[in-house]
Nanobody, 122 residues
Framework: QVQLVESGGGLVQAGGPLRLSCAAS????????MGWFRQTPGKEREFVSA????????YYADSVKGRFTISRDNAKNAVYLQMNSLKPEDTAVYLC???????????????WGQGTQVTVSS
């Protein structure tokens, strides 16, 4: 059974950092792109960032560009999201995704984690 498990969420003050991790099990994703999305109640799931299988290409939403950095470790079957200069509007459940179908910034990923809550206080 394939699982993506996020960790690292929590409560942080505005301006602070947080690092999210996503550990995959059940299959290897070393040849697949992986990504991060976020969701708040009443809103559509929003693309945050994605990374190609060999880390050559990284994609970011305009709202996080320059503040967030995505990385991966294929040996550990994991992807990370370093979030700096956090803002209250970054508050959301952050979900890890793997193996996109088509556009890496689109919602069509074959595998999803359950998410981890990030809350940024002002």
């Amino acid at each position: 059974q394939v699982q993506l498990v996020e960790s690292g969420g929590g409560l942080v003050q505005a301006g602070g950092p947080l690092r999210l991790s996503c550990a995959a099990s059940g299959r290897t994703f070393s040849s697949s792109a992986m990504g991060w999305f976020r969701q708040t109640p009443g809103k559509e799931r929003e693309f945050v960032s994605a990374i190609s299988w060999n880390s050559s290409y990284k994609y970011y939403a305009d709202s996080v560009k320059g503040r967030f950095t995505i990385s991966r470790d294929n040996a550990k079957n994991a992807v990370y999201l370093q979030m700096n200069s956090l803002k209250p509007e970054d508050t959301a459940v952050y979900l890890c995704a793997a193996d996109p179908v088509g556009n890496k910034a689109g919602p069509n990923y074959n595998y999803w984690g359950q998410g981890t809550q990030v809350t940024v206080s002002s």
